[in-house]
């Protein structure tokens, strides 16, 4: 599903965290490499209750996020043109991504996935060269390149 669907309309928003000004959404200092990125696309069942559902999921692992020791930054979007949802994040090493992922709201969270999503994509990598904030657009190739490899 993920490249069957070019998402003309994506909206994002700023990066948010302890390594962006909460004012302007720029990094505060240029990233320093290695570190983690992290990104989920995902497509909702349309039926009403999944939505709530999900929201409510949703709204509570954003809440937590923020609260994370290792994390650097965090952005979310959608497309509606496309229907889905995504995460992209930025931690400083990959025990910190999966503390996150292995508790609290967003454990909670998974099992959801498989009732309320049609489908669901996530990936991760460890950036090594660029002190950048990674684009949408690395985020969607890398996560073209892990559905290819079958992961």
């Known amino acids: 599903m993920l490249i069957a669907c070019e998402e003309i309309d994506l909206a994002v928003s700023p990066f948010a965290g302890p390594g962006f000004d909460p004012d302007t959404g720029e990094l505060l200092a240029p990233l320093q490499p290695p570190y983690i990125v992290a990104t989920t696309i995902g497509w909702p069942k ?22 994370n020791e290792g994390l650097i930054g965090a952005s979310f979007g ?8 995504r995460t992209l994040s930025i931690w ?11 508790s609290g709201a967003h454990l909670a969270a998974m099992p959801i996935v498989a009732t309320s999503m049609l489908s669901w994509e ?10 950048e904030i990674p684009t949408w657009d690395t985020a969607t190739q890398k996560l073209i ?3 290819a490899e079958g992961n």
């Not at 996530?122 to 002190?131: G, Y």
């Open 46 to 67: 349309p039926e009403p209750q999944y939505f709530e559902e999900l929201g409510m999921h949703s709204e509570a692992v954003v809440g937590e996020i923020f609260a």
């Open 78 to 85: 959608g497309s509606e043109a496309c229907g889905n949802a």
């Open 92 to 102: 400083a090493d990959e025990e910190a991504l999966m503390d996150f992922v292995f």
């Open 122 to 131: 996530t990936t991760h990598w460890t950036e090594t060269e660029s002190p």
């Open 145 to 147: 390149e892990a559905h």
